[in-house]
C-alpha cells in the first residue's frame, strides 16, 4: 500500500483588497445633450473675395462675353475686349463702396454646373460651324478649335 504523501504547508492566499466600484457602463451611441448645455453654434461663414479677386473675376467674365461678340462682329468684339480692364476695374471700385453693387455682381458672376458644361462643348461647337461656313474661320482659330487649326474641310 501506499503511504500518505507529506506535503508542505501552504501559506495562506492573499485575497486581494475589494476594487473600488466602476462608473456605470455607458449606452450604445452619443451621449445625451445636457438641457443646460444649450449656447447657439457659431456658424462659420464663407470668406468674401477680395475687390483684386472681384477685378479678375470680372474680367474673365467680360472678356468671355467680348469673345461671344466677336462672333457675331469681330470689330465690335475687339471694341469690348479692349474696354474689360478699365471697366471691371470702375466695377471693382464701386462694389467696394456699395454692397448693394457688390451683391449683384456676385450673383451675376456665380456660375453653375452647366458654366462648366457651355465652355467645354463651346469649342467644338464653333469648330463645326467653321467647317460648314457658319464661322469665319480666323474666329474659330481664335478659341483655339481643332477644326479650324489644321483647316476644316
Not at 23 to 33: D, H, S
Not at 112 to 127: C, E, M, Y
Not at 129 to 138: M, S, T
Amino acid at each position: 500500500m501506499s503511504t500518505p504523501l507529506d506535503l508542505p504547508e501552504m501559506p495562506p492566499i492573499d485575497v486581494p483588497p475589494e476594487a473600488p466600484e466602476a462608473p456605470p457602463k455607458r449606452g450604445r451611441g452619443r451621449p445625451r445633450k445636457d438641457p443646460s448645455d444649450t449656447a447657439p453654434r457659431q456658424r462659420t461663414t464663407t470668406r468674401k473675395p477680395s475687390g483684386a479677386a472681384l477685378e479678375k473675376r470680372l474680367g474673365a467674365s467680360m472678356t468671355s462675353l467680348g469673345i461671344f461678340v466677336s462672333l457675331a462682329s469681330p470689330a465690335d468684339g475687339m471694341v469690348v475686349l479692349e474696354g474689360v480692364p478699365a471697366l471691371a476695374a470702375a466695377l471693382s471700385k464701386l462694389a467696394e463702396e456699395n454692397p448693394a453693387v457688390k451683391a449683384n455682381l456676385e450673383r451675376a458672376l456665380t456660375a453653375g454646373a452647366w458654366s462648366g458644361v457651355i465652355a467645354a462643348a463651346l469649342p467644338i461647337l464653333v469648330g463645326i460651324l467653321a467647317n460648314h461656313g457658319a464661322v469665319p474661320k480666323n474666329i474659330a482659330s481664335m478659341l483655339g478649335t481643332p477644326a479650324a487649326a489644321d483647316g476644316g474641310a
